[in-house]
């Protein structure tokens, strides 16, 4: 019987960058990621720019795209957008991966080929990491899912994605998928 060799966050965070690129760290485990497509990498760039315009007019925080977070003692996972209040970016080396704690709120874009028992999964580890928010941006049905430790709402067409988190920030939808 073959076994697994595990990984710790520390070995994880010493491979060189362009080792870990292509790679989250589940349960001391590689797990690769899949290249974003040009759908994928848009949306997650237009959320990343519109987070990051609103941060300069309400300079309460900032976003950062595909940035390592730890969440548990042999999980890293990097949301497609972090976004981390001033509270915990003062928490932050900036020179250093992975972060030590979950983003206030981590954001994921689907890829086609995710699978939705691993988005649950995902969603799962951030929450319990600490997450106030995650939001998963679903193309394939036009609407954003903002999971809370409270339950799931559902934004969809030109509805207003709004956050508690981000107080008067208000993102329409369907502006995600044009």
């Not at 760290?25 to 990498?41: A, K, Q, V």
Request: with cysteine.
């Amino acid at each position: 019987m073959a076994t697994k060799t595990l990984m710790t966050v520390e070995q994880f965070a010493a491979l060189e960058t362009l080792d870990t690129e292509d790679y989250e760290l589940l349960e001391g485990e590689l797990i690769p990621l899949s290249s974003g497509t040009l759908r994928h990498t848009n949306i997650r760039d237009l959320i990343a720019y519109l987070l990051r315009v609103y941060f300069l007019r309400n300079p309460i925080g900032k976003a950062f795209a595909e940035l390592d977070c730890r969440l548990a003692a042999g999980t890293v996972r990097r949301p497609d957008v972090a976004v981390f209040g001033n509270d915990n970016l003062s928490l932050i080396d900036p020179d250093r991966i992975p972060v030590p704690f979950a983003p206030d709120i981590a954001i994921e874009v689907l890829s086609p080929n995710e699978r939705a028992m691993d988005v649950r999964r995902k969603t799962r580890d951030y929450l319990d990491a600490g997450s106030k928010e995650v939001w998963i941006i679903d193309h394939a049905n036009a609407e954003a899912a903002v999971h809370t430790a409270a339950g799931v709402r559902y934004t969809r067409g030109v509805e207003i994605l709004v956050s508690p988190v981000l107080p008067g920030f208000e993102l329409e939808v369907s502006r995600l998928f044009v």
